[in-house]
């Protein structure tokens, strides 16, 4: 793990939520024998504004550059989530994290879906992806991530509402299917 680690032991990172034309947003399953699935997220670097790291992540995990997409909105502040017990280091001469500090963004694509592209970089984070109902997400991704996925697409919410009203309910499905509206 890399990138910038506070004094509370908290990776400064960024959250990214994707939403197609008609307010579903990008879920990507991990690379791994895991079915881990998440949307795109990642560390900052020294020097890093959020919309910076913002920006560098979108093009490694997702292979999409600034013009194919419309920042609609970000959180107010962080959010933080602890990782699990069995999840934590010790690396010698860095700093002990403890879990992620993250300021999550929501997108509009404005580029046509081909232009993701999962293997743009040299080392891809997502092996696939698909389309799934806004609150999707909540149930879906692991436990310990629940909290701020709820936080960040509650705050998020209205901002989609006004470019698209495909957000209806901030009530997830509870059926499993992703494509559940």
Same mark, same amino acid.
């Given at each position: 793990?890399?990138?910038?680690?506070?004094?509370?032991?908290?990776? *400064?990172?960024?959250?990214?939520?994707?939403?197609?034309?008609?307010?579903?947003?990008? $879920?990507?399953?991990?690379?791994?024998?895991?079915?881990?699935?998440?949307?795109?997220?990642?560390?900052?670097?020294?020097?890093?504004?959020?919309?910076?790291? *913002?920006?560098?992540?979108?093009?490694?995990?997702?292979?999409?550059?600034?013009?194919?997409?419309?920042?609609?909105?970000?959180?107010?502040?962080?959010?933080?989530?602890?990782?699990?017990?069995?999840? *934590?280091?010790?690396?010698?001469?860095?700093?002990?994290?403890?879990?992620?500090?993250?300021?999550?963004?929501?997108?509009?694509?404005?580029?046509?879906?081909?232009?993701?592209?999962?293997?743009?970089?040299?080392?891809?984070?997502?092996?696939?992806?698909?389309?799934?109902?806004? $609150?999707?997400?909540?149930?879906?991704?692991?436990?310990?991530?629940?909290?701020?996925?709820?936080?960040?697409?509650?705050?998020?919410?209205?901002?989609?509402?006004?470019?698209?009203?495909?957000?209806?309910?901030?009530?997830?499905?509870?059926?499993?299917?992703?494509?559940?509206?």
């Amino acid at each position: 793990m890399t990138g910038i680690i506070d004094d509370k032991g908290f990776r *400064l990172n960024v959250g990214i939520i994707i939403a197609g034309q008609d307010g579903r947003v990008f $879920w990507g399953r991990r690379v791994g024998n895991r079915d881990a699935w998440q949307f795109p997220q990642g560390g900052m670097m020294p020097g890093e504004t959020p919309e910076e790291t *913002l920006f560098r992540e979108l093009e490694e995990e997702v292979g999409l550059l600034p013009e194919h997409v419309d920042i609609i909105a970000s959180t107010e502040g962080w959010l933080t989530y602890r990782l699990p017990r069995r999840f *934590l280091r010790r690396p010698r001469n860095r700093p002990h994290c403890i879990g992620q500090r993250q300021k999550w963004f929501l997108l509009q694509l404005t580029a046509e879906e081909q232009s993701i592209d999962l293997f743009a970089s040299d080392s891809p984070e997502f092996k696939d992806w698909r389309w799934v109902n806004y $609150w999707y997400p909540i149930r879906k991704v692991v436990y310990f991530k629940r909290g701020v996925y709820a936080r960040a697409l509650r705050e998020l919410a209205p901002a989609l509402k006004k470019e698209n009203a495909a957000v209806s309910s901030p009530t997830p499905s509870t059926s499993g299917d992703p494509s559940d509206a």
